[in-house]
């Protein structure tokens, strides 16, 4: 069994990709071909925002827009200790100064309340200068941008939503990547949708955000690429991953996704009152990029992982270690009680194969395993 099936996909378009790659190696328009220009505007058309600007990986994405809004040396940035490493090392890669907030037990995303009170505890101590949020849409569910959208304005910070793994969701029809002053995904592979290599990309509805970032991400050009008007980076999306992603676009948008809340209805109902299932709040819809249960201890966690294991099931457990608890972010200065939740979660999640070629029978085979398991061991 695959925890996520790359290669059952691509027996079913290769046909498909095998052309779109063939057609680029033909032309010879390796980079910036018209590919490019055509996948941007099928995402910008889908998320339903103005612009949407592809780049080399989702780490350079979000660094993109911490350039385009100078994010710099006493700036800090709120950012979720659960979440991909990512996430805070863009903040720090720019000087400034990552504030990690906990997460909500339910949603594994940043808990509202406490991102308000750590805004207000920066503040107070006058040390750093609140500029911006970052919330993670953590395993393909959108996070509360209600509630972020309306502290960002009483505080006055700009909202970066890292759709990483969100794309596809949406809260009540609103498509993630559409929150906030800008968003950034990323086509890593085993995303929601994933290319063949690194990609990634930034979506706004802002005209001069869109026109700073097209110039940033091509060494600062301005009229042309000989022509430098500020110091940028040189972070392109291939046109060959282009292509590839043009195709997967269509499959994802035809029938993945639905497949992957099949996938998810399924183990459900079969894992309900057993373990922790994942819970999607009234009105969200869910991507999927992880399918992650939740168990009762430790203890509990590692011996189903090596149950399944036995059982030739592969699981994941994302993410093993709190952001605060990394040790290039041993500078900072946090007090691990605040992050009550964040350790928990990292002690007892468990993500489970999950993708949108999963049939019923292994899925069968996995929550089997499961329930015996649980059953067998009611001393946890
Ligand atoms: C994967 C991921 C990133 C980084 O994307 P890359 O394309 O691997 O650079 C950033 N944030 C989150 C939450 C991610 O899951």
């Not at 027996?11 to 055509?38: F, M, P, R």
């Not at 042309?224 to 282009?242: E, F, H, M």
């Not at 994802?252 to 079969?270: G, S």
Request: glycine residues 6%; contains cysteine.
């Amino acid at each position: 069994m695959e925890f996520r099936d790359l290669k059952t996909q691509y027996q079913k378009y290769k046909q498909e990709i095998d052309s779109a790659i063939i057609e680029v190696l033909t032309k010879a328009n390796y980079i910036g071909g018209k590919e490019v220009k055509e996948l941007e505007a099928q995402l910008a058309s889908y998320v339903g925002v103005k612009h949407c600007i592809t780049c080399a990986n989702g780490t350079d994405a979000l660094n993109l827009v911490m350039m385009a809004w100078n994010i710099k040396e006493g700036d800090a940035i709120f950012v979720p200790d659960f979440t991909f490493f990512s996430t805070g090392e863009i903040v720090s890669f720019r000087g400034a100064t990552p504030v990690f907030v906990d997460v909500d037990r339910k949603t594994f995303n940043i808990d509202t309340t406490k991102l308000e009170k750590a805004i207000i505890r920066t503040i107070e101590e006058g040390k750093l200068a609140p500029k911006a949020i970052i919330p993670v849409d953590l395993f393909g569910l959108p996070a509360n941008f209600e509630e972020i959208e309306r502290i960002a304005k009483k505080y006055n910070l700009l909202v970066l939503e890292d759709g990483a793994q969100g794309f596809g969701g949406n809260i009540n029809g609103k498509m993630a990547c559409s929150f906030g002053n800008a968003a950034t995904t990323s086509f890593f592979p085993a995303k929601p949708l994933g290319c063949y290599g690194d990609g990634g990309a930034i979506f706004t509805n802002n005209d001069e955000l869109a026109e700073l970032l097209k110039s940033l991400k091509i060494h600062g050009k301005g009229d042309d690429k000989y022509d430098n008007v500020r110091i940028g980076v040189n972070s392109r999306l291939d046109t060959i991953q282009a292509a590839i992603l043009k195709v997967k676009l269509s499959a994802f948008i035809n029938h993945e996704l639905e497949d992957v809340n099949r996938v998810f209805r399924l183990y459900n109902e079969r894992l309900d009152g057993i373990v922790e299932i994942p819970f999607i709040p009234e009105g969200y819809y869910s991507s999927f990029a992880q399918y992650t249960i939740k168990l009762k201890s430790n203890e509990q966690r590692d011996a189903l992982q090596a149950k399944l294991k036995e059982n030739g099931i592969p699981s994941m457990i994302y993410y093993i270690k709190p952001m605060h608890r990394q040790g290039a972010f041993s500078y900072l200065d946090f007090d691990d009680k605040d992050f009550e939740v964040t350790n928990e979660l990292c002690d007892t999640v468990l993500s489970l194969p999950m993708h949108p070629y999963l049939i019923e029978e292994d899925i069968e085979k996995v929550c089997n395993i499961i329930n015996d398991f649980i059953k067998l061991q009611p001393i946890y």
